[in-house]
């Protein structure tokens, strides 16, 4: 471990992106203030997050809640970067779509106004999303940063269970990129596709999920995959904390390492994993759905950052991941 770097904040610490995130900061001599929301019965479990190797010494844990924008005062107080992870996530459709979207723009602004208010920090990464980019009728393969979800698009031919938080982070990446702009705070942000991998935290993530839906037999999701973008889960982390250290950071920055289709995908699962039985790829040609771009991680690459990890290594990091957690 190398000495101490100084301390980053890291929004929505339990999370699969978060949860990483701080793991890596704490193995390169970061100290972390990582936020979680509000437990007041004590029933989350952090351990995960303190048994991490340094975090003894170097990581500490605070409430904070993007219902209350205030909250994340103490925890961004003294930091010198933040990496603001934390989204809300309804894919139940529990809550008015409106809801979700104003708790995620509202959140990121008083986050982003307390790092002004902080007087320390010196730049902040947004964790932003696919999602925010390749819904917009340009019928293209792959697509850069100059791209942005068109909202209306989302509302009139997605399912209600995706719209929230497609158009979520397309707002909210949006506001905050605007707000940064209008009161000179830096600010870069991150866009992942699907992030697939081992993970840490208790709960099963989504996009590891989606990306093992041949191996689970969820076939409502096999749509999805067609033309399936994908990252590592420490790629993901490796270029939040890239793009925190490296100077001349701007705008926003895809961060995708590989695209493949759904039988493909099928072919390097039923070759490396016969114990399951993954449909063939004659079968999943008849699947229809949407074909989705890919992105183009150009701009991430051309400052130097390299992707460390390929579709093989995601899958298996993944699989064994879930064999130990029970979840195969």
């Known amino acids: 471990m190398e000495g101490d770097k100084g301390t980053v904040c890291v929004t929505g610490g339990t999370g699969f992106i978060a949860s990483w995130v701080i793991k890596r ?3 390169e001599g970061y100290s972390v203030h990582a936020t979680v929301r509000a437990d007041p019965e004590n029933r989350r479990d952090t351990s995960f997050l303190t048994s991490l190797p340094g975090a003894a010494e170097k990581l500490k844990i605070f409430s904070a809640d993007l219902n209350d924008p205030d909250s994340f005062d103490a925890a961004i107080e003294g930091c010198k970067g933040v990496l603001h992870v934390a989204t809300p996530v309804d894919f139940e459709n529990k809550e008015p779509e409106e809801v979700v979207i104003e708790r ?8 982003v106004k307390a790092c002004l208010k902080s007087k320390t920090v010196k730049r902040v990464v947004y964790t932003s999303s696919a999602s925010a980019v390749l819904f917009n009728n340009k019928d293209l393969d792959m697509m850069d940063e100059s791209f942005w979800t068109d909202v ?10 995706v719209r929230s938080y497609m158009i ?4 909210t990446e949006r506001a905050a990129l605007e707000f940064a702009a209008d009161h000179r705070l830096d600010l870069v942000t991150v866009i992942p596709t699907f992030v ?6 208790p709960k099963f993530p989504g996009s590891v999920r989606t990306t093992l839906a041949l191996v689970l037999g969820n076939q409502h999701e096999y749509a999805t995959l067609l033309n399936t973008s994908m990252v590592h889960v420490d790629d993901v982390a490796r270029a939040h904390i890239f793009l925190l250290e490296y100077p001349d950071a701007k705008g926003r920055y895809n961060c995708s390492s590989d695209t493949i289709s759904l039988q493909k995908l099928a072919e390097i699962l039923s070759a490396k994993y016969p114990e399951f039985p993954i449909p063939t790829a004659d079968s999943l040609a008849e699947v229809q759905g949407m074909k989705v771009p890919g992105l183009s991680s150009k701009k991430l690459m ?3 950052f390299k992707f460390q990890y390929g579709v093989e290594e995601m899958l298996d990091g993944a699989i064994k991941c879930c064999k130990e957690k029970g979840y195969l």
């Open 152 to 161: 209306d698009l989302v509302r009139e031919k997605l399912d209600p269970h």
């Open 104 to 111: 995620a723009i509202s959140g990121a602004l008083g986050i």
């Open 168 to 171: 979520s982070k397309t707002l």
């Open 196 to 201: 697939v991998g081992p993970f840490i935290c």
């Open 302 to 304: 051309d400052t130097g």
């Open 25 to 27: 900061l704490l193995e």
